[in-house]
T-cell receptor, first 107, second 113 residues
Framework: AQRVTQPEKLLSVFKGAPVELKCNYS??????LFWYVQYSRQRLQLLLR??SRESIKGFTADLNKGETSFHLKKPFAQEEDSAMYYC?????????FGTGTRLQVTL | DAGVTQSPTHLIKTRGQQVTLRCSPK?????VSWYQQALGQGPQFIFQ???????QRGNFPDRFSGHQFPNYSSELNVNALLLGDSALYLC????????????FGPGTRLTVT
């Protein structure tokens, strides 16, 4: 069965500290992997895709096929990073969202 | 472009009733996906429409049905409502060739009493 796990419901860090949001997946084949984000009072939106190997708003995501993980990282957290983050693998054009991790960046 | 729009914003229904939710995709998008998001959970995929056909379906009963119109807008219908159908229903649109890069609407909050 396809499964995605985000083990932390809440991650609280200080401004300027490094951030790592964990995501583990269990999928047959080679899924595409995405991170979606929802800022307060905004819509759910795409943050980044593993296939593009890009850095968006300072975030990067490393795909580790051996560990089946796709953790989201940022070296220095900013207040505006506070949001709900969802890991979302996809196969056959169907996104499967994790339960999400709320990132709270405090001063 | 207003992006993805959904109506209504909120809805209260009684158990056993039927409900129709509506979605207009972002301009130019041809594919619409629907999700159910229960409190404290991530969005759960219901189904996806392209060219007025259901092309993918998640693990939802037949009480959940949908439609896509020639202008790409879409409806989600739920029959015989149960208390457990109370949730936020999200619509997302995309291009078929980039189907996983989805633009989400604000959602419709359905409460079943």
């Amino acid at each position: 069965a396809q499964r995605v796990t985000q083990p932390e419901k809440l991650l609280s860090v200080f401004k300027g500290a490094p951030v790592e949001l964990k995501c583990n997946y269990s999928y047959s084949g080679s899924p595409e992997l995405f991170w979606y984000v929802q800022y307060s009072r905004q819509r759910l939106q795409l943050l980044l895709r593993h296939i593009s190997r890009e850095s968006i708003k300072g975030f990067t995501a490393d795909l580790n096929k051996g560990e089946t993980s796709f953790h989201l990282k940022k070296p220095f957290a900013q207040e505006e990073d506070s949001a709900m983050y969802y890991c979302a693998p996809s196969s056959t054009s169907k996104l499967t969202f994790g339960t999400g991790t709320r990132l709270q960046v405090t001063l | 472009d207003a992006g993805v729009t959904q109506s209504p914003t909120h809805l209260i229904k009684t158990r056993g009733q039927q409900v129709t939710l509506r979605c207009s995709p972002k301009s130019g998008h041809d594919t619409v996906s629907w999700y159910q998001q229960a409190l404290g959970q991530g969005p759960q995929f219901i189904f996806q429409y392209y060219e007025e056909e259901e092309r993918q379906r998640g693990n939802f009963p037949d009480r959940f049905s949908g439609h896509q119109f020639p202008n790409y807008s879409s409806e989600l219908n739920v029959n015989a409502l149960l208390l457990g159908d109370s949730a936020l229903y999200l619509c997302a649109s995309s291009f078929l060739y980039r189907v996983n890069e989805q633009y989400f609407g604000p959602g419709t909050r359905l409460t079943v009493t």
